[in-house]
């Protein structure tokens, strides 16, 4: 039985008294999306024309992919355990996960991008049933993109409707946190995202379980 209305309820009560970490990292994404973009532009408006733009967005293809792994190493850890999140965890997860990251974002875009020529909500549907890639990595290291979405995949089997109405119920505190100039969302992505990451979990365990994947399964 997927319970957003629990995920979302143990989010809160794991990050009582250790927000300050997550938020952090919230905050240091925030400014170096900032920053590319002020590049973006800045080079789009010199004298160099287009001729670096392109090494600005591989540059943040590669820093959401990393990023990606750094959010869901983290609130993973909030997620299973009682230890406050450390400046180490974030230099752990960019040293481990970064490749994987990057390799898993351009995985994804690709297929999103290929089921978006059919149509859009097809690429919706999609979007949620490669929903778990990154958690799936973070848990195991070294599994690899193509794995990882496979298993995502079956994970989310029956509850990409789930997911998606998950997503909406985030939706409000989204708009107050866009009327506060964005400062909001400082709090719910750590909010939300450590939510997934308690779906991730009962998904992962719901899936095994049920048969439809074993411990072996998320290995190498």
């Given at each position: 039985m997927f319970d957003r209305a629990m995920y979302k309820a143990q989010a809160l009560d794991q990050l009582k008294n250790r927000w300050l970490a997550p938020c952090l990292v919230v905050v240091s994404?925030?400014?170096?999306?900032?920053?590319?973009?002020?590049?973006?532009?800045?080079?789009?408006?010199?004298?160099?024309?287009?001729?670096?733009?392109?090494?600005?967005?591989?540059?943040?293809?590669?820093?959401?992919?990393?990023?990606g792994m750094v959010l869901s190493y983290v609130h993973l850890k909030l997620s299973r355990t009682t230890e406050p999140v450390k400046s180490d965890d974030v230099f752990v997860a960019i040293g481990e996960y970064a490749l994987e990251?990057?390799?898993?974002?351009?995985?994804?875009?690709?297929?999103?991008?290929?089921?978006?020529?059919?149509?859009?909500?097809?690429?919706?549907?999609?979007?949620?049933?490669?929903?778990?890639?990154?958690?799936?990595?973070?848990?195991?290291?070294?599994?690899?993109?193509?794995?990882?979405?496979?298993?995502?995949?079956?994970?989310?089997?029956?509850?990409?409707?789930?997911?998606?109405?998950?997503?909406l119920s985030f939706l409000g505190w989204a708009f107050l946190s866009s009327l506060a100039f964005g400062i909001g969302y400082i709090w719910l992505v750590p909010y939300s995202t450590t939510a997934f990451a308690n779906a991730y979990t009962a998904l992962k365990i719901e899936a095994i379980n049920s048969g439809r994947l074993t411990p072996a399964d998320f290995s190498k």
């Amino acid at each position: 039985m997927f319970d957003r209305a629990m995920y979302k309820a143990q989010a809160l009560d794991q990050l009582k008294n250790r927000w300050l970490a997550p938020c952090l990292v919230v905050v240091s994404i925030i400014a170096v999306s900032i920053g590319f973009g002020r590049i973006y532009k800045f080079l789009s408006v010199a004298n160099f024309g287009g001729r670096f733009n392109w090494l600005v967005f591989a540059l943040n293809v590669c820093f959401s992919g990393i990023s990606g792994m750094v959010l869901s190493y983290v609130h993973l850890k909030l997620s299973r355990t009682t230890e406050p999140v450390k400046s180490d965890d974030v230099f752990v997860a960019i040293g481990e996960y970064a490749l994987e990251g990057i390799l898993g974002v351009l995985w994804c875009w690709l297929w999103l991008f290929l089921w978006s020529l059919l149509f859009f909500i097809p690429a919706i549907v999609k979007f949620y049933a490669y929903s778990q890639m990154f958690f799936v990595m973070v848990e195991n290291p070294g599994i690899g993109p193509m794995k990882a979405m496979n298993i995502s995949k079956v994970m989310t089997n029956g509850h990409k409707a789930d997911l998606f109405v998950m997503s909406l119920s985030f939706l409000g505190w989204a708009f107050l946190s866009s009327l506060a100039f964005g400062i909001g969302y400082i709090w719910l992505v750590p909010y939300s995202t450590t939510a997934f990451a308690n779906a991730y979990t009962a998904l992962k365990i719901e899936a095994i379980n049920s048969g439809r994947l074993t411990p072996a399964d998320f290995s190498k």
